[in-house]
């Protein structure tokens, strides 16, 4: 059993907005790409260019497909399509952490990330099967477990521009989904975006306390019916001619 | 607590190299991070977007990260390869680049003295156009294009005939002020990082997303309000809203008036050789009714305030202004929300909903921007006024037959709303606004041993500039300028193979491609293709398709189907330009060029294409490619990109040029260090517009003459919009009997109902025996990847490695389907049997799967029971290059009939359960791979 920090100085986290999400997997293979070469032992791939195809990721997208119910004033709502990036929520009571028999995972405390020291991994699984979110990845040629680090090799690095010390999903992101920050500071512009916004914990009943946030999808399809809209098109004459007599008199006053 | 000390800084890399990407056609900037490998060697370790760069700045897609599995892909060709087994068996030998030039110089020589045009020269994802063609041109062969006539000329012609630009990489949302954004059609490639920057940052502000496309996927997944309309009834969709719009008066008149042809004179008499042509004064100027004097005068006169309405009788012919015309047309009831409703799927009272949100966000949102300008008429305007809403368009609205209307059909609801070119608005990028007419028309006069008399592709202006030989034989093998489709700007690379097989209208020699996978997801009918490519005369005993010559840098399913390659570089291994001349990356506030470099140097006998080219053309003599003295003019396409000029003081890239005074922006002579120049700049060129130009590009002075100054035009060139577009009504009139330049009589009729000089809706379902088979099928291509190039990669294999067929809820009760099933797809020309999902946000009579996913067994270093072979497939097997018979005796070509591109999106099946087979249906046997295939497992670091 490995214990948790009672408290950290900061919440190191991410923000990702499900409205502006277009599942596009840049952060997939940004974080791929970059904590291949970083951090740890690479990220492997198992058959990369046969059948069953697999490898180790940090980050992944799932897609959903969501049928709003019936309303009476939507009758037939359309089916909507949801993007969902998921990595390690960097919870405050991660389950991941208490359940590791060697220690080898453990939650800063300057920042909150949890990370795994691989040295001290001896590749059980137990924490992966402990995390409610699916997360963690066992390396399979290295036998070591990976997770987000949410670029603890980035963040702080001063070979880095400081523009640059975010993580690289979050660097690299191009519909601005992504955010990071200190969600542990009110003031932050991360917990400013998430009272703005609604933010929500992935599977709060999970007990988790996840600090990543997801700002949720703004209503879809809810432009007004036509009725509220019809002033905007009131129409100026009923026959063709009315209109060429509409436009004259709309010329004389241009 | 005991943590772990880590290193919180270790080193990112040991040097930054920055260059251009090519994992799609975006080309953002990116930095290539360099480390050195325990041998001590520098290898490409990570790849991010370059902030600075003017496409991307930063950010970057997944494919685009997924660039190092690209570079070190097992699928790369190693050395020139000639074909030693019969066609199709990828059976090959290495050879050296001596042997594999000789071999092409002896087949291409004879050729070039005898007849230029049994050479096809064709090149697909070539991002290096004006390159390509002046060699073609140089050859002297007329057959020469990209792959524009497949992809996206109705796009491209529609917008450049329309307005003078279009949509995709030539112009973008003005994403700064914009409130109402419209994305129309499927696919989501083209300019998609910035389309997703500019998605992200409106929202971000609140403004709305409104995406139609039957597909809800991607961009149209985050868009506000989802329209899932019928696939191919967008022109409809769009000409109800143009009728909602006029009906209301909610159009810009200010603008109509001063910008666009709608105030123009238009012949209205019927038994006139001119009945419906424009007026025009003795310089060929369009001519108005002036609102202040009531005469008629050329429309670009100082002071003139053209008449939407005043009509005009001469010599007994009265002319009047294409705006009646268009009211006559658009407020008929034909157009109504509730006549169209039904054959867009959509409700009437939506329909009205969303023209009224457009009017109320154009009109009661309108707003100024404090910025003095002055137009081509002189007249200077306080401030420049702004329409908060903007449209853009993906390929699908535009492979149908119907396309080129429908595009037309946008362009015009958006000049209605005089949304074009203003704040809020559509903008164009430099080069553009440029219109047709400043644009070359097409050249096909040949000499055998001599260049071209100019260049291949262009825009014709009427029956005159069609392309065909004294014998009245077409000009082109592939048929573009002709009666059958007129307006083919891009030529039409789908139906090369096809008629230079039937010897149609003749046969050729060598068939001579780039990067264009036509033995497989570039066809239409892969399978009749690959018999085309392998069936052989039995007289001779030779293909019937004599010689192919092939370049890619993978080994893709067309390189078993060619005769002689030659093994292109990856991107970070070559040179390249994204140029004014050509397809740049320029943005709506500035111009912008770009190199690519070697960041690193292969590590196999492979040579850049257009390196090939230029010591092939020097090997030829080719004039353009050999110094008088006989030597060759330029070593390699490096030397080629600095010292080439097309006209003087403008080559292929237009930063650091020489001037006088050290080096300058646009115009300049030859600078030996440009590339230098570039590579320290991060790999590209920006020269940024100046306030007061960036907006009314088309008529705003101070633009036309900056552009003047940058190259970009030798002259300034405003112009109107044409929302009637003269050269279709000359079709029409030549169709109609008059005229010289007649077409055949079978196309008389067809001509005249499509050839409608303002934009029409045609339904494509009857030709396509929509009745028998009432289900559309579409693809799209997954934003991380890029075609078939992306299949290899073992990074991005992972997200997309089969493509299951999506079928809509609804059909899949009526089937009695469940997920994983398997369907058997039926079309007039095929059947595939292959893995299904259901997906609900889908319009309920299309279905649909990922583009290129599908792989033939031995291709791309793939193993033979890779997803991508076993379960991956190809709509194209559903798809001929012909629509079915009518019974009229004759085949139609399955394109538009204006401009010729391929119609994919017309595809008509239906499904039906099928048992589950042992792989997708039809299975080809493997090909022998050149390469063998990758390895095992990956782990790749290339630092410690």
Redesign the interface.
């Known amino acids: 059993m490995t ?1 948790l ?1 009672t408290q950290t100085q900061k919440k190191l986290g991410l923000v990702i907005d499900l ?8 952060c ?3 974080c ?3 904590n ?4 740890g ?2 990220l ?8 069953d ?3 180790t ?1 940090l980050n992944r997208v799932h ?1 959903f ?1 969501v ?1 709003p119910l019936a309303a009476s004033e939507k009758v037939q709502p ?6 969902l990036p998921k990595s390690c929520l960097h919870c405050e009571d991660a389950p991941c952490v208490t359940v590791c028999p060697t ?1 080898a995972s ?1 939650k ?2 300057e920042d909150g990330i949890v ?1 795994v ?1 691989e ?2 991994c001896i590749g059980c699984g137990l924490c992966a099967w402990a995390c409610p979110y699916g997360a963690r990845e066992l390396d ?3 036998g070591v477990m990976k997770k987000c680090t949410l670029c ?2 980035r963040i ?5 521009p400081e ?2 010390r975010v993580p ?1 999903c979050v ?7 992504r955010h990071f920050g200190d969600l542990g500071d009110e003031n932050s512009d991360v917990s400013k975006l998430v009272a703005e916004r609604g933010g929500m914990d992935l599977m709060p009943e999970q007990g988790t306390k996840p600090v990543n946030q997801y700002l949720p ?2 209503p ?7 009725d509220v ?2 002033p ?6 009923e026959e ?1 001619t009315g ?2 007599g ?3 008199k ?2 004389e006053k ?1 | 607590m005991n943590q772990p000390k880590i290193d919180l800084s270790p080193k990112v890399s040991d040097e930054i190299r920055k260059t251009t990407c090519y994992m799609c056609a975006c080309r953002c900037g990116i930095n290539v991070h360099m480390k050195k490998d325990p041998l001590g060697d520098l290898k490409v370790a990570y790849i991010e977007g370059n902030r600075d760069h003017p496409v991307n700045q930063g950010v970057l897609c997944a494919k685009g990260s997924a660039g190092i599995m690209q570079v070190n892909a097992p699928s790369r060709l190693r050395a020139p390869l000639k074909r030693v087994g019969p066609r199709g068996s990828g059976e090959f030998e290495e050879i050296s680049w001596d042997e594999a030039l000789q071999i092409a110089a002896d087949w291409l020589e004879p050729i070039r003295k005898e007849d230029p045009s049994k050479l096809a020269f064709f090149t697909g994802r070539d991002q290096s156009q004006s390159f390509t063609s002046f060699w073609a041109q140089n050859f002297g062969t007329p057959n020469y294009a990209a792959h524009g006539g497949f992809c996206s000329v109705n796009m491209a012609a529609a917008g450049i005939y329309t307005m003078g630009g279009a949509f995709w990489e030539f112009g973008q949302p003005d994403w700064d002020y914009t409130k109402l954004f419209m994305l129309f059609g499927v696919a989501e490639d083209h300019d998609s990082n910035p389309i997703k920057m500019g998605i992200g940052k409106i929202k971000a502000r609140g403004a709305r997303v409104i995406g139609v496309n039957p597909i809800r996927t991607g961009y149209n997944a985050v868009a506000d309000d989802w329209v899932g309309i019928t696939p191919g009834t967008d022109g409809l969709f769009i000409l109800a809203m143009v009728h909602c719009l006029m009906k209301a008066g909610k159009i810009d008149l200010d603008y109509l008036a001063q910008y666009t042809d709608a105030p123009v004179l238009v012949n209205c008499d019927e038994k006139s050789p001119e009945f419906g042509l424009l007026m025009r004064d003795e310089d060929g100027k369009e001519l108005v009714i002036d609102r202040v004097s009531g005469k008629l005068t050329a429309f670009d006169k100082p002071g003139v305030k053209p008449d939407l309405s005043a009509t005009h009788r001469i010599a007994g012919v009265t002319h009047r202004p294409v705006f009646h015309k268009m009211a006559e047309r658009y407020l008929s009831d034909e157009y109504a929300p509730e006549a169209v409703a039904d054959r867009c799927g959509i409700p009437a009272t939506r329909i009205r909903a969303i023209a009224a949100e457009i009017a109320r966000v154009a009109f009661e949102e309108e707003f100024e921007l404090d910025i003095e300008w002055t137009d081509f008429r002189g007249e200077t305007h306080k401030t420049m006024k702004g329409r908060p809403v903007s449209f853009h368009s993906m390929r699908g609205i535009s492979a149908h037959a119907n396309g080129f209307q429908t595009c037309r059909a946008l362009h015009t609801l958006q000049i209605l709303l005089g949304t074009v070119e203003v704040p809020g608005g559509f903008r164009f990028k430099p080069p553009y606004p440029k219109p047709a007419k400043a644009h070359p028309r097409p050249h096909t006069g040949m000499n055998p041993g001599q260049p071209l008399n100019g260049p291949h592709l262009g825009f014709v202006q009427g029956p005159e500039d069609l392309a065909y030989r004294e014998d009245g034989v077409p000009a082109r093998i592939d048929k573009a300028f002709t009666w059958e489709n007129p307006m083919s700007s891009h030529g039409l690379m789908h139906m090369v193979i096809s008629n230079a097989y039937a010897g149609d209208p003749y046969k050729i020699d060598t068939l001579f491609m780039y990067m264009a996978n036509m033995s497989w997801n570039s066809s239409m009918n892969t399978r009749g293709v690959i018999e085309m490519l392998t069936d052989k005369n039995e007289e001779t005993g030779e293909y019937v398709i004599p010689r192919i010559i092939y370049s890619d840098a993978y080994s893709s399913e067309m390189v078993a189907y060619s005769d002689l390659i030659f093994p292109d570089a990856t991107y970070l291994e070559r040179h390249d330009c994204i140029s004014l001349l050509d397809r740049p990356i320029c943005e709506a506030d500035a111009a912008a060029d770009a190199i690519r470099w070697p960041v690193i140097e292969p590590d196999r006998d492979v040579r850049g294409f257009q390196t090939v080219l230029c010591q092939l053309g020097a090997k030829m003599g080719l004039p353009g490619f050999t110094n008088d003295d006989g030597t060759a003019k330029y070593e390699d396409y490096a030397d080629y990109i600095v010292n080439h000029e097309r006209r003087p003081g403008i080559g292929p890239l237009a930063g650091w040029r020489m001037g006088e005074n050290g080096t300058q922006s646009g115009r300049g002579g030859v600078n030996a260090s440009q590339l230098d120049n570039y590579i320290e700049n991060g790999g590209f060129f920006v020269e940024h517009i100046p306030e007061g130009a960036n907006y009314y590009k088309p008529w705003n002075t101070k633009y036309q003459d900056w552009a003047v100054g940058m190259g970009i035009y030798d002259s300034p060139q405003p112009y109107l919009f044409s929302l009637y577009v003269e050269p279709m009504r000359k079709f029409q009139l030549a169709a109609e009997g008059h005229g010289e330049h007649q077409p055949p009589d079978h196309l008389r009729e067809r001509i005249k109902a499509t050839m409608d000089p303002l934009p029409i809706w045609y339904s494509n379902d009857a030709d396509n025996k929509g009745d028998e088979y009432p289900i559309t099928a579409l693809t799209q291509r997954p934003m991380a990847m890029y075609h078939s190039w992306g299949s290899q990669n073992a990074w991005l294999r992972q997200l997309h490695g089969h493509n299951p067929l999506y079928i809509p809820t609804k059909l899949m009760k009526e089937h009695g389907l469940k997920d994983e099933d398997w369907v058997k797809v039926t079309s007039p020309h095929g059947e595939i049997t292959v893995p299904i999902l259901e997906m609900a946000a889908l319009n309920e009579n299309t279905i649909w799967t990922w583009n290129a996913i599908g792989k033939r067994k031995g291709a791309w270093a793939l193993e033979e029971d890779a997803p991508e072979a076993t379960k991956g497939f190809l709509l194209n097997h559903l798809i001929h290059e012909l629509l079915p018979p009518k019974g009229d005796g004759l085949r139609w070509a399955n394109s538009d009939p204006i401009t010729g591109q391929a119609a994919w999106f017309d595809l008509k099946v239906r499904i039906e359960k099928a048992a589950v087979p042992n792989e997708s249906q039809p299975s080809l046997p493997p090909i022998k791979s050149p390469v063998g295939t990758g390895p095992k497992n990956l782990a790749w670091k290339v630092g410690k």
């Open positions: 214990t920090p409205d502006t999400c277009v599942g596009c997997h840049a997939v293979i940004s791929k790409g970059w291949t070469e970083n951090y032992a690479p492997s791939d198992q058959n990369a260019y046969g059948a195809n697999s490898g990721f897609s497909e049928q359309a089916a909507q399509t949801i993007h220690g453990y800063r405390v990370l020291n040295s001290d399979q040629e290295e603890v090799d702080y690095n001063e070979n880095l523009v640059d690289s660097r690299t992101c191009p519909s601005g989904a999808p703004r879809k399809d809810a432009l007004p019916e036509f809209l019809a905007f098109l009131a129409p100026i004459a063709p209109f060429l509409w436009l004259d709309t010329l241009l």
